[in-house]
């Protein structure tokens, strides 16, 4: 297998455009990045099952290591460093680089689920400080009205769009908050 | 001999209890109607649906929570492959194979009959799975009850292994997975020797990672994140009216259908491996034995035939390590299989000593949530279009809400919300790198189980350990093991 320190013109073909030899090299480093982040996480998990505390109880010899409550997950995390060396060191080879694709990062999906993923951590986290109800209806009427008025076409009817929001988020904020609570016995945060 | 079938004797009973109670087939057409919407809305599926359920099932009687998980199991299974027919987006990844001729036969004016096998196909998978099940469940259970420490361990490795290696097509990546999961596993209080591990000072997590919650972030809100990553795209064209399924089709594929339901079946029994590789190993030797290869991908009955017969059969198959090892089959026992710890039983080699009759029961369940997923599929297919037409933004914030309920009723802490959230960024992370979760939740599942077995074995043989790496079943399962090794380490180069 032959190893490749950059990316020379011998693996990417010459009549690629400039632009999408770019996009490949940078999926590249991503996969490589992925390797580096799978290995700093096996050196974490060996940190950590290196410092766990000793057994109450002991046992003599090679049996002590073995039965240690650190043992496993010791062994986990060396095989989870050595895969991270692995998916470093096979993003350089000619396979990895056919595999990578030329397609760019979509910018607007990017933006959309850090936004979902926002919207729902402050959900999370205002959990049990505010009403639930409330809570439940402002996250369906916030997160439903920029999922539809980030799409085309609304300005033209956005009252009528956002009242049907108010009222689609009313009736989930009913169901989420009362009727499954309800039916469940389940005490609502 | 009859001895062994003694769990067959509480058939008559479990019968006659749950075919003459009113709210269980209430909670079955709840379960069964909720699995039909599931199955066929594509960014949905049996786990997600089964996961959210699961902070509500512990809250009803026993009969009752499992007539609605079997429900949603059984419909949503069986029903992915109508979107698959009609739009060619499956509506689970286990209909995927019925794409390829699903949608071909639509385009050729025959829709219904499309439909019409899909849900023929599915049905039959199901009831000749758990008859097949009945027969072999003796030995299945003798076996296990053989199994020590040791070959439990192994068998949990085996499981890693085998579903990280055929669940992407980077098997590095599948195993990297199940071995997060098995860390995970392991957060909290150990159960040989009451150690605190990597609970950081936090009392939260001496009580260890909410199983619950995390197959909540992991299937439900990774999920939603997912599909929301994307804009609807899939164009939806008209129904397709009443199904229909020639019976001069079906007997002209009687050996398809019993060599999909076995590949099926021995698919299912891998653990952790799922439906979603049966269809396609199923289609592929459909393919391979057909006289009529040619038709393949241009609207074959025998393809639909083969992927949904399997992708059926192997969600039965899939119960058999889940009951007789408490090991799971694919991601959707696995989700069944928590619901039975929390519902107080213990699969595993004496779960038939301890809640005689539960095999019957959950039997008795499937057949009667088979024969009516046909005949809600039957009267809901030609309407099927309406519930395709949901805009992903509504139907995935309600989704989320639903996870948060559930992750909270799983634990009443808010605690348990956040790790619901963590793995929901953990499985989205992971869908966008192409890491399959499956593993992960195998490993989540049984990373306590393959601790406690294998400490104790080496315990039990502190004074021989050779003897325990001699132990027949042991040597055999180790050699597997190098051999899947060195096979994902190739695929990987490939």
């Known amino acids: 297998m032959k190893y490749c320190p950059s990316v020379p013109d011998g693996i990417l073909p010459h009549n690629r455009s400039v632009e999408q030899r770019r996009i490949k090299i940078m999926k590249i480093n991503a996969d490589m990045l992925e390797g580096i982040v799978v290995t700093i996480i096996g050196f974490i998990i060996l940190t950590t099952s290196i410092l766990l505390p000793e057994n109450p109880i002991r046992f003599e010899g090679w049996l002590g290591v073995v039965v240690q409550a650190g043992f496993i997950p010791t062994i986990l995390s060396l095989i989870i460093i050595i895969f991270g060396f692995k998916l470093i060191l096979s993003n350089r080879t000619p396979a990895a680089v056919k595999r990578a694709t030329t397609e760019k990062a979509d910018r607007g999906a990017a933006i959309r689920i850090a936004a979902v993923l926002g919207l729902t951590t402050i959900y999370v986290v205002l959990l049990g400080i505010i009403n639930f109800s409330l809570l439940s209806l402002f996250y369906f009427i916030i997160i439903i009205s920029y999922l539809k008025f980030s799409e085309k076409g609304w300005k033209s009817n956005w009252v009528s769009v956002f009242l049907k929001i108010v009222l689609i988020s009313i009736t989930f904020a009913l169901i989420v908050a009362y009727l499954l609570p309800y039916m469940l016995r389940l005490q609502v945060p | ?494």
């Open chain 2, 1 to 494: 001999m009859f001895g062994m079938y003694s769990e067959l004797l509480y058939l008559p009973q479990e019968i006659l209890t749950l075919i003459s109670s009113p709210p269980l087939w209430g909670m079955l057409i709840i379960g069964v109607v909720m699995g039909y919407v599931i199955g066929v809305l594509p960014g949905l599926g049996p786990t997600m649906g089964m996961a959210l359920m699961l902070g509500i099932v512990f809250r009803v009687p026993v009969d009752l929570g499992l007539a609605l998980l079997i429900g949603i199991l059984v419909s949503s299974m069986g029903t992915g492959g109508i979107t698959a027919s009609m739009i060619n987006i499956p509506g689970t990844a286990a209909a995927a194979a019925t794409c390829m001729d699903g949608y071909a036969m639509t385009k050729k004016g025959m829709g219904r009959e499309a439909v019409g096998l899909v849900i023929f196909a599915s049905a039959i998978g199901t009831v000749l799975g758990i008859i097949l099940i009945l027969l072999i469940q003796p030995f299945i259970f003798s076996i296990a009850l053989k199994f020590g420490d040791w070959e439990v361990f192994l068998f949990c490795l085996f499981g890693i292994m085998i579903c990280g290696s055929l669940s992407s097509d980077q098997p590095i990546k599948g195993w990297i997975a199940g071995i997060l999961g098995l860390f995970f596993a392991m957060v909290g209080i150990d159960e040989v020797q009451s150690v605190p591990r990597f609970t950081f000072g936090s009392q939260s997590l001496l009580q260890g990672i909410d199983v619950v919650a995390a197959l909540l972030g992991l299937f439900g809100v990774s999920e939603v994140f997912f599909v929301l990553k994307d804009k609807q795209s899939y164009a939806i064209s008209a129904g397709s009216g009443w199904p229909t399924a020639p019976f001069k089709t079906i007997k002209k594929n009687i050996s398809n259908i019993i060599r999909s339901l076995l590949a099926g079946m021995w698919v299912g029994f891998i653990p952790g491996v799922g439906e979603s590789t049966a269809c396609w190993f199923s289609y592929d030797l459909a393919k391979r034995y057909s006289k009529e290869k040619g038709m393949f991908g241009k609207g074959s009955a025998e393809g639909i035939l083969a992927a949904e017969v399997a992708d059926n059969s192997s969600s039965v198959g899939a119960l058999i390590p889940a009951l007789s090892l408490g090991i799971p089959g694919s991601a959707t026992t696995a989700i069944f299989l928590a619901a039975m710890f929390l519902m107080g039983f213990r699969p595993g080699p004496t779960l038939l000593l301890d809640s005689p009759g539960i095999l019957c029961k959950i039997s008795v369940l499937f057949l009667m949530a088979t024969f009516m997923t046909v005949a809600v599929s039957y009267l809901l297919s030609p309407f099927t279009i309406k519930f395709l037409s949901i805009p992903n933004e509504y139907l995935m914030p309600l989704i989320a809400g639903f996870c948060v309920l559930g992750a909270w009723g799983s634990g009443f802490l808010v605690f348990t919300v956040v790790i619901m959230l963590i793995f929901g960024i953990i499985g989205f992370v992971m869908k966008l790198r192409n890491y399959p979760v499956a593993p992960m939740v195998l490993g989540l599942l049984i990373g306590n189980i393959m601790d406690v077995h294998f400490r104790r074995a080496f315990i039990q043989y502190s004074t021989e350990p050779l003897g325990l790496l001699m132990r027949p079943f042991g040597v055999v399962v180790i050699v597997i093991l190098i051999v899947l090794f060195i096979l994902g380490l190739k695929t990987e180069r490939r």
